[in-house]
T-cell receptor, first 114, second 114 residues
């Protein structure tokens, strides 16, 4: 059964600090991994996508990594801001391409305090 | 920017009522999805639609049905609402020909069944 596990479940940091969120997956065959940000009361919004051949990708203060051998991804947030407070969801797509083959993690709830 | 609009942010219904959740997208996307989101469980797929009048069951279709008569509109129907259907419901759309394209989500409908 395909699974995506995220850690930690929740995280509290002070504004300006860095943090790293983890995503481990057992999805086969693998196509891509995407990180979404979900603000309170809003739908998730895509931050970045990692395909099999990519190791690192940055989007502003967000840097995602992918290790396809160990089936792990991380999302690193640099110089956190209050607006980074949100749930971060890891979603892995199987290469079957079917709409059914998206496996969601349960998210990491990040709180950034002033 | 893609806009996915869900007709209600909050709904309170009684057990046994028939409930309609409406979703409209403005980018001519072929694929549309209904998910429910519960704490600690992540997003779970209820139904999806590849195109007009086409639908396919997701992982938790029991107690739900859907309708897609027009490309831009995808409706979720709770035939006889029950308390265990109290949840956040998220609609999403995606371009079919680009399977690496992201899901675009609405802001959700929080349904309470009493």
């Amino acid at each position: 059964k395909n699974q995506v596990e995220q850690s930690p479940q929740s995280l509290i940091i002070l504004e300006g600090k860095n943090c790293t969120l983890q995503c481990n997956y057992t999805v086969s065959p693998f196509s891509n991994l995407r990180w979404y940000k979900q603000d309170t009361g809003r739908g998730p919004v895509s931050l970045t996508i990692m395909t099999f051949s990519e190791n690192t990708k940055s989007n502003g203060r967000y840097t995602a990594t992918l290790d396809a051998d160990t089936k792990q991804s991380s999302l690193h947030i640099t110089a956190s801001q209050l607006s980074d407070s949100a749930s971060y969801i890891c979603v892995v797509s199987s290469s079957s391409g079917s709409a059914r083959q998206l496996t969601f993690g349960s998210g990491t709830q990040l709180t950034v305090l002033p | 920017d893609v806009k996915v609009t869900q007709s209600s942010r909050y709904l309170v219904k009684r057990t046994g009522e028939k409930v309609f959740l409406e979703c409209v997208q403005d980018m001519d996307h072929e694929n549309m999805f209904w998910y429910r989101q519960d704490p600690g469980l992540g997003l779970r797929l209820i139904y999806f639609s590849y195109d007009v009048k086409m639908k396919e069951k997701g992982d938790i279709p029991e107690g739900y049905s859907v309708s897609r008569e027009k490309k831009e509109r995808f409706s979720l129907i709770l035939e006889s609402a029950s308390t265990n259907q109290t949840s956040m419901y998220l609609c999403a759309s995606r371009q079919q020909e680009f399977l690496n394209s992201p899901l675009h989500f609405g802001n959700g409908t929080r349904l309470t069944v009493t």
